[in-house]
């Protein structure tokens, strides 16, 4: 098993661009999540998919963002008129349908100037 | 007050030294506890997994949790320099998606 990845691994974008990153799980896991992680904390959640569905969403997780898994499979996350305050390491994770261990990837880091 | 609270250290410790690092938390329906390693701007790393109470040992590492203390450990038997990293308590609910609540990680540094 390849463990999970996520692209980009850096991405710097200006105050009101719209950036989208990437996650993709281990293979045949079918719950993923997300987690942003700003320094000096521990990553927080904003979101979780089972399968395709969305099955939950974080109050972290303003009109500004939004998740998809369209077949299920990899998930893409959207930040749209970024503001300095999602400056953070974006991270995702996967686990399988028999366990509770999640599985995460090596994280997007994203800076807004 | 947070869910989960962890010292975040930093805590320096020589090589071979035992370390112990600890998490307390508040939500007495946690019932799945974790522990990740993470270096610097990299993700975290999977260390440890128990369920419920009681002691579980891999390797160097144990960890212990205490639910009638809602207090967890974990225990580095002679730590190498390469330990050194940030620490991260985590745990989660039955049901519910199982989305993990995290400590604030303890920076630990092993000196030769």
């Known amino acids: 098993d390849t463990g999970v990845s996520q692209d980009p691994r850096h991405k710097i974008t200006k105050r009101g661009q719209n950036v989208t990153f990437r996650c993709d799980p281990i293979?045949?896991?079918?719950?993923l999540y997300w987690y942003r992680q700003t320094l000096g904390q521990g990553p927080e959640f904003l979101t979780y998919?089972?399968?395709?569905?969305?099955?939950?969403k974080s109050r972290l997780l303003s009109d500004r963002f939004s998740a998809e898994r369209p077949k299920g499979s990899f998930s893409t996350l959207e930040i749209q008129r970024t503001e300095q305050g999602d400056s953070a390491m974006y991270l995702c994770?996967?686990?399988?349908?028999?366990?509770?261990?999640?599985?995460f990837g090596p994280g997007t880091r994203l800076t807004v100037t | 007050q947070k869910e989960v609270e962890q010292d975040p250290g930093p805590l320096s410790v020589p090589e071979g030294a035992i370390v112990s690092l600890n998490c307390t938390y508040s939500?007495?329906?946690?019932?799945?506890f974790m522990w990740y390693r993470q270096y610097s701007r990299k993700g975290p790393e999977l260390l440890m997994y128990?369920?419920?109470?009681g002691n579980k040992e891999d390797g160097r590492f144990t960890a212990q949790v205490d639910k009638s203390s809602k207090y967890i450990s974990l225990f580095i038997r002679d730590s190498q320099p390469s330990d050194s990293a940030t620490y991260l308590c985590?745990?989660?609910?039955?049901?519910?998606?199982?989305?993990?609540?995290f400590g604030t990680g303890t920076q630990l540094k092993v000196e030769l």
């Open positions: 994770a996967s686990r399988g349908q028999a366990s509770y261990e999640q599985y």
């Open positions: 293979s045949e896991h079918n719950r």
């Open positions: 998919f089972q399968n395709e569905a969305q099955l939950e």
């Open positions: 939500n007495s329906a946690f019932q799945y």
């Open positions: 128990t369920y419920s109470s």
């Open positions: 985590a745990m989660s609910l039955t049901g519910g998606g199982n989305k993990l609540t």
